[in-house]
């Protein structure tokens, strides 16, 4: 009797770059264990397409800010509960990823991974098994005790991302779904904290902590 054939691992690949998508796709397709289910764009179409087609791994492409993305994948993971989701992002501070992993996703990737450590990863959530990227894992290892910004509550901390990134209060609230005038008070509530008179400062800050990659 031979050996038992593994299972087949149905996969959602989430990217707004139609280009990305068809990338890992084709990566994919190359590996027996895998087959793609879908691709699309965004986190309202990820949830269109595993009512219907029911995927056990999703593989999330993080845009920057990571942050941004949080709601989506609490919802997304809401409804799925037993679904797999690892999220790729390019880059940031350790705390980005420990915000990102608090939602309950299986694994966390960066954009620099090769093939192999992507793959691994796929087959390492799909047995029911966490995976975390060993640049995290170093990260974590000489990330200091405390951050400045590890008291900002969950909105404040995706206002402070987006507003780093330069987005102004209407996209902000648009992406959020806030009013502008909340938005606007965060943003006050945030130079307060930090004790900065202007997001100038407020960025200085951000980046002299490694909050973001500048790159992105």
């Excluded at 999330?60 to 690892?86: E, G, N, R, W, Y």
Aim: charged share 25%.
């Amino acid at each position: 009797m031979g050996p038992k054939p593994e299972k087949i691992v149905n996969v959602l690949i989430v990217d707004e770059h139609k280009l990305v998508r068809t990338g890992i796709r084709r990566i994919l397709d190359l590996e027996e264990q895998f087959y793609v289910t879908d691709d699309v764009g965004n986190c309202n179409e990820a949830i269109r397409s595993a009512n219907l087609q029911q995927p056990d791994v999703v593989l999330m492409d993080s845009t920057s800010p990571c942050t941004a993305i949080l709601d989506d994948i609490k919802i997304f993971l809401q409804k799925f509960p037993d679904v797999k989701m690892i999220v790729m992002c390019s880059g940031g501070d350790v705390t980005v990823a420990e915000r990102l992993i608090s939602t309950g996703i299986a694994g966390y990737l960066s954009k620099k991974c090769s093939v192999d450590d992507l793959l691994a990863a796929m087959r390492t959530v799909s047995a029911g098994q966490r995976c975390i990227s060993h640049e995290l894992i170093q990260q974590r290892s000489s990330h200091p005790l405390s951050s400045p910004f590890d008291s900002l509550s969950e909105r404040e901390f995706q206002v402070l991302l987006l507003v780093s990134h330069g987005y102004d209060g209407l996209e902000i609230s648009r992406r959020l779904s806030l009013s502008q005038k909340t938005v606007n008070s965060y943003r006050t509530r945030l130079r307060h904290k930090f004790g900065v008179r202007t997001e100038v400062a407020l960025l200085h800050l951000v980046l002299r902590h490694g909050l973001i990659d500048i790159a992105s």
